[in-house]
């Protein structure tokens, strides 16, 4: 059991928000040309473009679009696409561009390379189409965004008339600027609510009654397609006294996605992390962090905790991982597999509960697993529950340098421990033998 005072820290929620939210929720989210298509149905305005995986392709896309006033756009599910560079040195993932043969030249130097934005760490994401638009001349960039609030149940809507490419620099510095707005959880979004957001951004009076309308629209889209984000950055009054949604960003509800198997089709997923595509088709919940000490555990609550006393005994979990109910050897491999192949790994902390699958199952599934695999990383199991004695007969037994503790608290210091020792000696160029078997 744990101490009453660790039971309150742990409460605490020590993962940092944004870990939290990446554990908790696994949300479908699509190309900025899906995006536009879907907002298109709806009656959205936004500008007229096409999709390209070729320079040819890209070419022709603008030569269908009669005008020279372009803009080519590198799909990739990132943020700061604008501000982004590619690995070839080439600056801008959205450039204005001025003909179909420059619509041809710099799909050719997008398509096959990697953007690097702000949002996607110095390893970039693939881009393997572009979107070729209409360029629109924008008057003011508003941001607006409907999100389902977990909190409250019930969706959010962010806006802002500071919008456009610095949205998160408005948010750090002036928050003031931005408006949040819950709104009642029905299929359609109050007219008079839709007002008063407009009146409030100081939309100019031209453009009001479209962009009410838009707002209506946009909360269609949200509620229709079960979508827990509708992002538009910017929403744009364009010269000609347009509102138009010149960017957009949606995701999905996971959980609702059985009833929307087009959406599913637009899934990418050489936007995702390779590792947890593996994992997930094995039916594991993987998600990699930034930390050390590789953590697997059965049930999502219980890896949450095991994440939390971590951090609380001054370590980092390199990743969430939860082999689901079983946890049979196979589930294990599995995870052991993908464990290891992180080189920051300093120490494996198997975390289990023996429900219906009894601890002494599991302790030779891990057995098998471990002593199969060439190991120098220590391994530190809590197994608890139905038969926890004969597990710990078992592991004891198996002559195999796996450390055994009941305690959660005593384990996960003691993961903490090794796996502190682990990186010194590492960094010292020392070998601390903890390969296997003894
Ligand atoms: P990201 O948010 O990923 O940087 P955006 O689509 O928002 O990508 O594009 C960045 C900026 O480029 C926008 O804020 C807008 O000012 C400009 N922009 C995007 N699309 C168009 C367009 N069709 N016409 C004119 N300007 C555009
Ligand atoms: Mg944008």
Redesign the pocket.
Known sequence: MLSRSIFKRLSKNLLSPRVQARVQTRNLAIH?CYSHDILRKYGVDV?R?AVARTGDEAEKVAHNLKTDDL?I?AQVL???????HFDTGLKG??R?IYDPIEAKMFADQMIGHRLI?KQTGAAGKPCNMVYV??????RK?YYFAILMDRQNKCPVIVASSQ???NIEAVAAENPSAILQRLVPNKPTLDTRIAKELVDELGVSPQCKAQAVDTITKLYKVFNDTDATQVEI??M?ETTDQRV?C??AKLKFDDNALFRHKDLLALRDESQEDPDEIRASRCGLNFIKLDGSIGCLVNGAGLAMATMDIIKLHGGEPANFLDVGGSANAEAIREAFGLIVKDPKITAIFVNIFGGIVRCDVIAQGLISVVSSMKLNIPIIARLQGTNQEAAKEVIANSGLRIFSFDELDEAASKACRFSRVVEMAREADVHVNFELPL
């Open positions: 900025e500008p473009g803009v756009k990132a943020g700061g696409r604008g501000k982004g993932g959205v204005i934005t638009c209409e360029r629109k001349y924008i960039e919008g456009g490419v950055n910017p744009a138009l010149m960017d």
